[in-house]
């Protein structure tokens, strides 16, 4: 079997890609969001030129040609080429699910079902009162017992959205929310290490048990310092896309949690390399997550996968006024939450369909041979 095709269907913040072999199987994976227009482009000039024509049987065949394309493209090492590998990789393991009639993750040895989630915020726009009033509505409504706030601002050099909001929203989440629901936050880069672990005691204080990203994740050491001065699990990774630097974060302990983003690694199949790596190690894995793209879905056929799995799926909790470009993009509501958990779907490959009047409505390019 080898690659004949492959289709790409583009709106600027998604890309889809459509693999088709020389048998006639087919898979559907996505690049990574943001920019995913110029993540196309990319691809049709710098990925597909070296895997068209090549076998694709097997895991060995397509991590081969992973690593083919990263090193013919070795002078443009870094984030938009994986994020274009992902939309191959994704869809490799689309079309691998669909020809042996199995969801993804009883490809990699896990099990379809049910997984709990935590609802993830992404908005510094709102008061610490409105947050936690949403925070209670989905308590309520869904299940939801667990959830993630945002600190500070982003990549902020240690300027807090606006002054106080963090020391006020560390508090009043931890007044509003049940007793026993989880609280998580994320700095996205913001602070200075001091300014990190002052805010980190008030975290351990507040029975928050999870800050991910305190200090600008491209200074690990800094990260390091507030690792080590906390109680409390200390997180990151989501940008991190070269397995040397994540060798580093795991071997060094640079954070207690890792959490790759699937898409911004190239994939699937090197996202599970970070799993296994931080596995060796007995570091958790709580992967990325951030939009209802097929990020979410491929990211909850890993956790059903890997033994060493967080013990929450990460869950947008925006709708269309954040992310209008999520709207209508698959079939059928993949995303249903009843009880605090999501259910994977035992369909074969990822177990969703794209919408067609999303993919009628999209920039089509090709990439072929006869």
Same mark, same amino acid.
């Given at each position: 079997?080898?690659?004949?095709?492959?289709?790409?269907?583009?709106?600027?913040?998604?890309?889809?890609?459509?693999? %088709?072999?020389?048998?006639?199987? @087919?898979?559907?994976?996505?690049?990574?969001?943001?920019?995913?227009?110029? %993540?196309?482009?990319?691809?049709?000039?710098?990925?597909?030129?070296?895997?068209?024509?090549?076998?694709?049987?097997?895991?060995?065949?397509?991590?081969?040609?992973?690593?083919?394309?990263?090193?013919?493209?070795?002078?443009?090492?870094?984030?938009?080429?994986?994020?274009?590998?992902?939309?191959?990789?994704?869809?490799?393991?689309? !079309?691998?699910?669909?020809?042996?009639?199995?969801?993804?993750?009883?490809?990699?040895?896990?099990?379809?079902?049910?997984?709990?989630?935590?609802?993830? /915020? !992404?908005?510094?726009?709102?008061?610490?009162?409105?947050?936690?009033?949403?925070?209670?509505?989905?308590?309520?409504?869904?299940?939801?017992?667990?959830?993630?706030?945002?600190?500070?601002?982003?990549?902020?050099?240690?300027?807090?959205?606006?002054?106080?909001? /963090?020391?006020?929203? #560390?508090?009043?989440?931890?007044?509003?929310?049940?007793?026993?629901?989880?609280?998580?936050?994320?700095?996205? /880069?913001?602070?200075?290490?001091?300014?990190? #672990?002052?805010?980190?005691?008030?975290?351990?204080?507040?029975?928050?048990?999870?800050?991910?990203?305190?200090?600008?994740?491209?200074?690990?050491?800094?990260?390091? @310092?507030?690792?080590?001065?906390? %109680?409390?699990?200390?997180?990151?990774?989501?940008?991190?896309?070269?397995?040397?630097?994540?060798?580093?974060?795991?071997?060094?302990?640079?954070?207690?949690?890792?959490?790759?983003?699937?898409?911004?690694?190239?994939?699937? %199949?090197?996202?599970?390399?970070?799993?296994? !790596?931080?596995?060796?190690?007995?570091?958790?894995?709580?992967?990325?997550?951030?939009?209802?793209?097929?990020?979410?879905?491929?990211?909850?056929?890993?956790?059903?996968? #890997?033994?060493?799995?967080?013990?929450?799926? @990460?869950?947008? #909790?925006?709708? @269309?006024?954040?992310?209008?470009?999520?709207?209508?993009?698959?079939?059928?509501?993949?995303?249903?939450?009843?009880?605090?958990?999501? !259910?994977?779907?035992?369909?074969?490959?990822?177990?969703?369909?794209?919408?067609?009047?999303?993919?009628?409505? /999209?920039?089509?390019?090709?990439?072929?041979?006869?």
């Amino acid at each position: 079997m080898k690659i004949k095709k492959l289709e790409t269907f583009t709106k600027p913040f998604v890309s889809f890609l459509k693999i %088709t072999s020389d048998t006639g199987a @087919e898979g559907y994976g996505q690049m990574s969001t943001y920019h995913a227009d110029i %993540t196309a482009q990319i691809f049709h000039k710098q990925v597909a030129p070296w895997v068209l024509g090549k076998s694709c049987n097997s895991l060995e065949d397509i991590e081969d040609l992973e690593n083919l394309v990263l090193e013919k493209e070795h002078k443009f090492p870094g984030s938009y080429i994986l994020r274009a590998i992902a939309g191959l990789d994704t869809a490799w393991w689309d !079309m691998k699910g669909k020809l042996e009639n199995k969801p993804v993750v009883s490809l990699i040895n896990g099990n379809p079902g049910k997984l709990k989630v935590y609802g993830s /915020s !992404m908005k510094r726009d709102i008061t610490p009162q409105e947050e936690a009033d949403r925070f209670m509505k989905l308590e309520d409504e869904c299940g939801i017992s667990a959830f993630k706030f945002r600190l500070g601002s982003e990549c902020g050099r240690n300027i807090d959205e606006w002054p106080g909001r /963090s020391e006020e929203i #560390i508090k009043i989440i931890n007044k509003n929310l049940d007793p026993s629901s989880e609280k998580l936050v994320d700095a996205n /880069s913001c602070f200075t290490p001091k300014r990190a #672990i002052e805010l980190g005691h008030l975290l351990e204080e507040n029975g928050i048990n999870h800050y991910e990203e305190p200090c600008p994740y491209w200074e690990p050491e800094q990260t390091l @310092e507030v690792t080590n001065a906390l %109680t409390i699990d200390v997180t990151g990774g989501e940008q991190d896309c070269d397995l040397r630097i994540w060798r580093d974060i795991i071997n060094r302990k640079i954070v207690n949690i890792v959490q790759p983003d699937i898409m911004y690694m190239g994939g699937l %199949t090197r996202a599970l390399k970070v799993a296994k !790596m931080a596995e060796e190690k007995s570091i958790i894995c709580t992967p990325h997550a951030a939009n209802l793209s097929l990020v979410t879905i491929c990211t909850m056929h890993l956790l059903k996968a #890997i033994p060493n799995a967080g013990k929450y799926l @990460e869950f947008s #909790i925006e709708g @269309e006024d954040y992310y209008p470009w999520q709207k209508n993009l698959f079939l059928n509501n993949p995303f249903k939450i009843d009880d605090g958990k999501i !259910m994977l779907s035992e369909d074969p490959g990822w177990g969703i369909t794209i919408n067609p009047q999303w993919i009628e409505e /999209s920039n089509y390019a090709v990439s072929k041979i006869d």
